[in-house]
Protein backbone atom coordinates (compact mmCIF):
# COMPACT_ATOMS: atom_id res chain seq x y z
CA UNK A 1 0.00 0.00 0.00
CA UNK A 2 1.60 3.47 -0.66
CA UNK A 3 0.39 5.70 1.85
CA UNK A 4 1.79 8.52 3.52
CA UNK A 5 4.54 6.68 5.46
CA UNK A 6 5.61 5.11 2.56
CA UNK A 7 6.14 8.31 1.28
CA UNK A 8 7.96 9.73 3.97
CA UNK A 9 10.05 7.02 4.56
CA UNK A 10 11.13 7.35 1.06
CA UNK A 11 12.51 10.89 2.12
CA UNK A 12 10.80 12.10 -0.91
CA UNK A 13 10.66 15.96 -0.45
CA UNK A 14 6.96 16.03 -1.55
CA UNK A 15 4.95 18.14 1.01
CA UNK A 16 0.79 17.76 1.38
CA UNK A 17 0.45 14.67 -0.57
CA UNK A 18 -2.81 14.06 0.11
CA UNK A 19 -4.60 11.01 0.57
CA UNK A 20 -6.27 10.59 -3.14
CA UNK A 21 -3.04 11.41 -4.78
CA UNK A 22 -1.77 8.51 -2.47
CA UNK A 23 -4.91 6.18 -2.97
CA UNK A 24 -4.05 7.40 -7.38
CA UNK A 25 -1.07 6.30 -6.91
CA UNK A 26 -1.70 3.12 -5.27
CA UNK A 27 -4.17 2.08 -7.84
CA UNK A 28 -1.70 2.79 -10.57
CA UNK A 29 0.81 0.18 -9.34
CA UNK A 30 -2.19 -2.31 -9.22
CA UNK A 31 -2.85 -1.51 -12.84
CA UNK A 32 0.81 -1.94 -14.02
CA UNK A 33 0.71 -5.32 -11.97
CA UNK A 34 -2.60 -6.24 -13.42
CA UNK A 35 -1.64 -5.29 -17.31
CA UNK A 36 2.09 -6.96 -16.37
CA UNK A 37 0.81 -10.75 -17.18
CA UNK A 38 -0.53 -9.39 -20.73
CA UNK A 39 2.26 -6.94 -21.47
CA UNK A 40 5.49 -6.33 -20.36
CA UNK A 41 5.52 -3.23 -19.13
CA UNK A 42 7.83 -3.85 -15.78
CA UNK A 43 10.57 -6.80 -15.43
CA UNK A 44 8.77 -9.47 -13.57
CA UNK A 45 11.52 -9.09 -11.23
CA UNK A 46 10.50 -5.68 -10.19
CA UNK A 47 6.72 -6.42 -9.97
CA UNK A 48 7.61 -7.45 -5.46
CA UNK A 49 9.58 -3.93 -5.87
CA UNK A 50 7.62 -2.12 -7.66
CA UNK A 51 6.75 0.90 -5.40
CA UNK A 52 10.30 2.04 -4.63
CA UNK A 53 11.86 0.84 -7.80
CA UNK A 54 9.11 2.75 -9.97
CA UNK A 55 6.90 4.56 -8.46
CA UNK A 56 9.09 6.26 -5.93
CA UNK A 57 12.02 5.94 -8.26
CA UNK A 58 9.69 7.92 -10.42
CA UNK A 59 7.84 10.44 -8.39
CA UNK A 60 12.04 11.80 -7.16
CA UNK A 61 11.95 13.79 -10.38
CA UNK A 62 9.58 16.15 -8.68
CA UNK A 63 12.36 18.15 -6.94
CA UNK A 64 12.96 19.32 -10.70
CA UNK A 65 9.78 19.38 -12.49
CA UNK A 66 7.76 21.69 -9.58
CA UNK A 67 9.26 24.80 -10.76
CA UNK A 68 6.95 27.69 -12.01
CA UNK A 69 8.55 27.62 -15.56
CA UNK A 70 7.52 24.47 -16.26
CA UNK A 71 4.25 23.86 -17.63
CA UNK A 72 4.70 21.09 -19.80
CA UNK A 73 6.82 18.02 -19.57
CA UNK A 74 7.50 15.52 -22.35
CA UNK A 75 8.02 11.62 -21.59
CA UNK A 76 9.56 9.62 -24.33
CA UNK A 77 9.12 6.35 -24.73
CA UNK A 78 7.20 6.00 -21.73
CA UNK A 79 6.62 2.31 -21.48
CA UNK A 80 4.01 1.90 -18.62
CA UNK A 81 4.16 5.46 -17.82
CA UNK A 82 7.28 5.92 -15.51
CA UNK A 83 8.38 8.62 -14.84
CA UNK A 84 4.99 10.70 -16.62
CA UNK A 85 2.33 9.14 -15.16
CA UNK A 86 3.28 9.55 -11.84
CA UNK A 87 4.42 13.18 -12.07
CA UNK A 88 0.90 13.78 -13.72
CA UNK A 89 -0.62 11.92 -10.27
CA UNK A 90 1.52 14.47 -8.23
CA UNK A 91 0.73 17.81 -10.23
CA UNK A 92 -2.91 16.93 -10.89
CA UNK A 93 -3.84 18.53 -7.27
CA UNK A 94 -0.33 21.22 -7.06
CA UNK A 95 -0.52 22.61 -10.60
CA UNK A 96 -3.41 21.75 -12.87
CA UNK A 97 -2.59 22.96 -16.29
CA UNK A 98 0.41 21.25 -15.80
CA UNK A 99 0.38 18.17 -19.13
CA UNK A 100 2.52 15.61 -19.90
CA UNK A 101 3.02 14.71 -23.36
CA UNK A 102 3.78 10.80 -23.93
CA UNK A 103 5.48 9.53 -27.26
CA UNK A 104 5.29 5.46 -27.03
CA UNK A 105 5.30 3.85 -30.52
CA UNK A 106 4.13 0.75 -28.74
CA UNK A 107 0.09 0.54 -29.53
CA UNK A 108 -0.68 -1.77 -26.69
CA UNK A 109 1.50 0.41 -24.22
CA UNK A 110 0.16 3.88 -25.67
CA UNK A 111 -3.52 2.08 -25.21
CA UNK A 112 -2.24 1.54 -21.72
CA UNK A 113 -1.38 5.29 -21.17
CA UNK A 114 -4.71 6.21 -22.68
CA UNK A 115 -6.28 3.87 -20.22
CA UNK A 116 -4.67 5.73 -16.91
CA UNK A 117 -5.07 8.72 -18.06
CA UNK A 118 -8.73 8.66 -18.25
CA UNK A 119 -8.95 6.41 -15.26
CA UNK A 120 -7.32 9.40 -13.04
CA UNK A 121 -8.12 12.15 -15.16
CA UNK A 122 -5.12 13.66 -15.99
CA UNK A 123 -3.71 16.45 -18.08
CA UNK A 124 -1.83 14.30 -21.02
CA UNK A 125 -1.99 13.94 -24.24
CA UNK A 126 -0.31 10.11 -25.64
CA UNK A 127 0.51 10.49 -28.95
CA UNK A 128 1.62 6.17 -30.40
CA UNK A 129 4.26 7.57 -32.75
CA UNK A 130 7.94 7.38 -32.93
CA UNK A 131 10.00 9.65 -31.23
CA UNK A 132 13.13 9.33 -34.38
CA UNK A 133 10.40 10.60 -36.68
CA UNK A 134 9.13 14.06 -35.09
CA UNK A 135 9.89 17.46 -35.91
CA UNK A 136 9.78 20.56 -34.14
CA UNK A 137 8.26 19.39 -30.98
CA UNK A 138 8.09 22.25 -28.06
CA UNK A 139 8.01 21.72 -24.34
CA UNK A 140 9.22 22.68 -21.16
CA UNK A 141 10.74 19.35 -20.15
CA UNK A 142 12.31 16.66 -21.81
CA UNK A 143 12.10 13.50 -19.46
CA UNK A 144 12.99 9.92 -19.79
CA UNK A 145 13.27 6.51 -18.04
CA UNK A 146 15.35 3.46 -19.13
CA UNK A 147 14.65 4.45 -22.89
CA UNK A 148 18.11 5.49 -24.80
CA UNK A 149 21.43 6.17 -23.68
CA UNK A 150 22.24 9.58 -22.85
CA UNK A 151 23.96 10.63 -26.17
CA UNK A 152 20.69 9.30 -28.11
CA UNK A 153 18.60 11.83 -25.57
CA UNK A 154 20.72 15.03 -26.32
CA UNK A 155 20.50 13.72 -30.41
CA UNK A 156 17.04 13.48 -29.85
CA UNK A 157 16.71 17.11 -28.34
CA UNK A 158 18.54 18.67 -30.89
CA UNK A 159 16.96 16.92 -34.00
CA UNK A 160 13.97 16.45 -33.21
CA UNK A 161 12.51 19.61 -30.46
CA UNK A 162 12.93 23.35 -31.67
CA UNK A 163 11.92 24.60 -28.15
CA UNK A 164 12.65 22.80 -24.70
CA UNK A 165 14.51 23.93 -21.68
CA UNK A 166 15.37 21.25 -19.46
CA UNK A 167 16.40 17.77 -19.80
CA UNK A 168 16.21 15.28 -17.06
CA UNK A 169 17.86 12.24 -16.90
CA UNK A 170 18.49 8.40 -14.78
CA UNK A 171 21.98 7.96 -14.88
CA UNK A 172 23.09 4.21 -13.16
CA UNK A 173 26.27 4.12 -11.47
CA UNK A 174 28.60 5.19 -14.57
CA UNK A 175 26.98 8.27 -14.97
CA UNK A 176 29.57 10.49 -13.64
CA UNK A 177 31.38 9.27 -16.96
CA UNK A 178 28.61 9.36 -19.11
CA UNK A 179 28.60 13.07 -18.48
CA UNK A 180 32.11 13.76 -19.31
CA UNK A 181 32.08 11.87 -22.23
CA UNK A 182 28.84 13.89 -23.26
CA UNK A 183 31.23 17.64 -22.99
CA UNK A 184 33.61 15.90 -25.54
CA UNK A 185 30.75 16.77 -28.25
CA UNK A 186 27.97 19.02 -26.50
CA UNK A 187 27.65 22.26 -24.03
CA UNK A 188 25.56 21.92 -21.04
CA UNK A 189 25.17 23.10 -17.74
CA UNK A 190 23.71 20.51 -15.25
CA UNK A 191 21.90 19.57 -11.94
CA UNK A 192 22.46 16.65 -9.95
CA UNK A 193 20.89 14.48 -7.11
CA UNK A 194 22.18 11.42 -5.40
CA UNK A 195 19.02 8.96 -6.21
CA UNK A 196 16.66 7.83 -3.47
CA UNK A 197 16.37 4.21 -4.80
CA UNK A 198 20.10 3.67 -5.66
CA UNK A 199 22.76 4.90 -3.57
CA UNK A 200 24.80 4.25 -7.10
CA UNK A 201 22.61 6.04 -9.29
CA UNK A 202 22.06 9.64 -10.02
CA UNK A 203 19.45 12.23 -11.32
CA UNK A 204 20.60 15.10 -13.72
CA UNK A 205 18.85 18.05 -14.95
CA UNK A 206 20.18 19.33 -18.01
CA UNK A 207 19.99 22.94 -19.55
CA UNK A 208 21.69 25.02 -22.04
CA UNK A 209 22.35 22.22 -24.35
CA UNK A 210 24.63 22.91 -27.57
CA UNK A 211 26.62 20.94 -30.11
CA UNK A 212 29.90 21.94 -30.20
Not at 54 to 83: E, M, R, W, Y
Not at 105 to 116: A, G, P, Q, R
Amino acid sequence: MIDSNFIKNSELGIKNVSRETLDELNKYSLSILRKNKDINLISSSTEKSIKTRHIIDSAQTIDFIDKNDVKVCTDLGSGAGLPGIVLAILMKAKKPVFKVIFYEKSYHKSNFLKDMSKKFKLNTVIHQKNIFEQKNLQTDIIISRAFKPLPVIFEIASKNFKKFKYIILFLGKSGKEILKQATKKWKFDYEEKKSLTNNESLLIKISNLQKK
